[in-house]
């Protein structure tokens, strides 16, 4: 074991983590920075080496991911980061638009003044974004504190299963043109109807932003190579 592997496994054990947590939560974390990416492939026999721990955590971490949908075991080929094909991309903005639209409506009807403010000064995040990523990180805050304002956990529980899920899909809709206007213009809408306390409006406005994004995506899948995600 080299020092720095050491450390992060004593790293881990001094935050109270079991070796299987910790190697949970380093890979989860791998895919979501994308330093992990749909296809890379996952031996626990290296992972171990590299985060300086057995291979039982690791074989643990591995059937999490696996129950989690982050990772794929393929015949003849093993485990590795799941890659979503374009039927299941689209399972999962339906998903989205239904869980989106009811975190608008509980958010209308259960937001404090504070968690509003919150929402606006997200808001003016996403309107000073100048380019796709920085759009899509602003967009990403926003809808999680509208989650948060919905006060549901079980709704909080599910948004977070489809937020690991849409990092597998790579390049952002942010990137296709007009996208960061038109969706600076639909948050707009989703923040305004909630501060008015207008849960339908806001259910409407949640699942029209995502109906929207559904398109775009499509468009990145099917559309012309250099569309392509």
Not at 27 to 38: C, D, G, K, N, V
Not at 86 to 113: C, I, K, N
Not at 177 to 185: F, M, Y
Not at 206 to 211: Q, S
């Amino acid at each position: 074991m080299s020092p720095s592997q050491g450390s992060k496994a004593s790293t881990a054990g001094n935050a109270g983590l079991s070796r299987a947590e910790f190697v949970y939560a380093q890979l989860r974390e791998e895919i979501r920075a994308r330093r992990l990416l749909p296809g890379d492939r996952l031996r626990e026999l290296e992972l171990a080496d590299r985060l300086g721990v057995s291979r039982t955590p690791v074989r643990e971490a591995l059937k999490r991911l696996e129950s989690d949908g982050l990772i794929e075991n393929l015949p003849g080929r093993g485990l590795s980061v799941t890659q979503l094909q374009p039927a299941r991309v689209m399972e999962l903005y339906a998903m989205r638009e239904v869980l989106e639209g009811a975190a608008g409506r509980f958010a209308a009807t259960q937001a404090s003044p504070l968690e509003i403010q919150t929402l606006h000064h997200l808001l003016e995040q996403l309107a000073q974004a100048d380019t796709p990523e920085q759009a899509a990180a602003a967009n990403r805050k926003l809808h999680q504190a509208l989650v948060q304002a919905a006060h549901n956990v079980y709704l909080a529980n599910a948004f977070n299963v489809l937020a690991d899920a849409l990092v597998l899909l790579g390049t952002t809709t942010y990137s296709m043109p007009g996208r960061i206007a038109s969706g600076l213009a639909e948050n707009r809408e989703i923040v305004q109807a909630v501060e008015r306390h207008d849960p339908d409006a806001a259910e409407q406005a949640c699942r029209r932003h995502i109906r929207t994004a559904s398109q775009l995506r499509l468009q990145m899948l099917f559309g012309e190579s250099d569309k392509a995600a």
